[in-house]
């Protein structure tokens, strides 16, 4: 066994959050160190280049729902360049009655779109005036129905769920899941009144007028964001390969032990951050009290399967859109699809197509069971009507599974920030990261990473 490593900071996990809080550290001269399980950085997040298509392997897209978003490219400008999707990307489809309809985004097409009954559309007239929420635990269902009517559910909100979350809106809490929705209606009364007013606020400040909600990406893909990030970092910034790695708290700091390639390290750190799923973090932190434990092992997630289908030529409807949805209502195989050739420049060959179709999810669980074979036979059913596809012969067909892809903010959420909150305060210098808390989004990791980073910083 080698002399054990003094550094600063450790960080457990080389994705987006670990490497973007590496980055800020580094910038103001941290001794960082990140201790990565993969011989990667970044990851879910793959960009994969295969005969004329670019695709990825992970999250697809994000959105510029912060300024740190905007601001992180910008610190990396030269090494990385930001993508903003084409303006098609605004159109969202929603499958009903075996025929997409565009998800309206104005007055009009609210009023004339066929995916809302005329009772929620007048019901939607009257939302500004209608009695804030009392029960802060009120899941996501419920609140939708109760300020915007069933088919507003059933053809926006569950579909939408579907997409981000792969989950239930009978499930996730708003206050956990949806901050900034719970808090349009805690803090205004209004969706609407919420909404109005917030867009007043973004006008007179430059800084938040950042955030422009925009589909973005790294041009070539999101794996040129992770070489960038990696590259600012430094090399001698990480432990790649690490192995049966653990955290032991000692009188002021901590003790990492990990294994890389048979090989024995102890690292000390005054303060650590982990970015780890549940599932590896109790293997992680092994001097948790059960009491400590049992709010991670009640975190739900949702398993996914991710079809990567590419064509040389397409030859089915026009894919001028971000993507179509399915509501849970439709009673079909799929969650939905991205047109992602669509709104990225370079994603397919000329004249062709690549989509990103996802299954499975909290609500069909069996799914992910499935083996190849059967998911394209029900993938091949659905897309043939739903594109407009003569046979389902594609150029590029692969399929990828992420058995813990997406945690679900649940009523159980409240007591894991709480016990986030106490081992913190427990344990001086060890800090909860990831998408256990804060967020599953991309900017949401983006933001936590950074305000970790600052907190360190001062």
């Known amino acids: 066994m080698n002399s054990p490593i003094e550094k600063d900071i450790v960080i457990i996990g080389a994705g987006l959050t670990g490497l973007t809080l590496a980055f800020y550290l580094k910038k103001q001269g941290k001794n960082v160190l990140i201790i990565e399980k993969s011989e990667k950085t970044g990851g879910v997040i793959q960009t994969i280049n295969e005969d004329g298509f670019v695709f990825e392997t992970g999250p697809n897209t994000g959105v510029v729902g912060n300024p740190e978003v905007a601001e992180l490219f910008e610190d990396l400008a030269g090494l990385c360049t930001f993508e903003a999707a084409d303006a098609g990307a605004k159109r969202r489809l929603i499958w009903k009655n075996g025929k997409w309809h565009a998800l309206p985004s104005g007055f009009v097409p609210a009023v004339t779109t066929p995916l809302f009954t005329l009772k929620d559309k007048l019901k939607v007239l009257g939302e500004p005036f209608r009695k804030r929420g009392e029960n802060p635990e009120e899941n996501l269902a419920d609140l939708v129905k109760r300020r915007l009517g069933q088919s507003f559910l059933n053809y926006a909100i569950d579909p939408f769920i579907s997409g981000i979350y792969a989950g239930d809106p009978s499930y996730l809490i708003p206050k956990y899941a949806l901050p900034k929705l719970y808090a349009l209606e805690q803090d205004y009364g209004s969706f609407i009144k919420g909404s109005i007013q917030k867009a007043k606020e973004k006008k007179n400040n430059p800084r938040l007028q950042k955030a422009t909600k925009e589909v973005f990406s790294a041009k070539g893909g999101l794996s040129n964001l992770i070489k960038a990030l990696t590259e600012k970092i430094g090399s001698d910034s990480f432990l790649m390969n690490a192995k049966n790695t653990t955290i032991h708290p000692e009188q002021e700091s901590f003790q990492i032990q990990t294994e890389i390639k048979g090989d024995q390290k102890i690292i000390l750190a005054k303060k650590v951050i982990t970015t780890a799923g549940t599932n590896e973090l109790l293997q992680l932190l092994p001097f948790l009290s059960e009491t400590e434990k049992q709010p991670f092992k009640e975190l739900k997630y949702a398993s996914v399967i991710q079809a990567i289908i590419g064509y ?147």
């Open 312 to 458: 040389h030529n397409w030859k089915g409807i026009n894919l001028n859109a971000f993507g179509g949805l399915v509501p849970t209502i439709e009673k079909r195989n799929i969650l939905g699809a991205l047109f992602t050739s669509s709104f990225f420049t370079g994603r397919a060959p000329k004249n062709g197509a690549l989509i990103s179709v996802f299954m499975g999810g909290t609500k069909r669980p069996e799914i992910y069971e499935m083996d190849d074979e059967d998911l394209e036979t029900l993938i091949s059913r659905d897309l043939r009507e739903m594109l407009g596809m003569p046979v389902f012969n594609p150029d590029l067909f692969e399929i990828y599974r992420y058995k813990f892809a997406i945690p679900q903010y649940g009523l159980s959420s409240a007591q894991r920030f709480e016990t986030i909150r106490q081992i913190r305060q427990k344990y001086n210098g060890l800090i909860l990261a990831g998408n256990i808390r804060d967020g599953i989004g991309m900017a949401d990791r983006i933001k936590q990473a950074r305000s970790i980073a600052e907190e360190l910083i001062n």
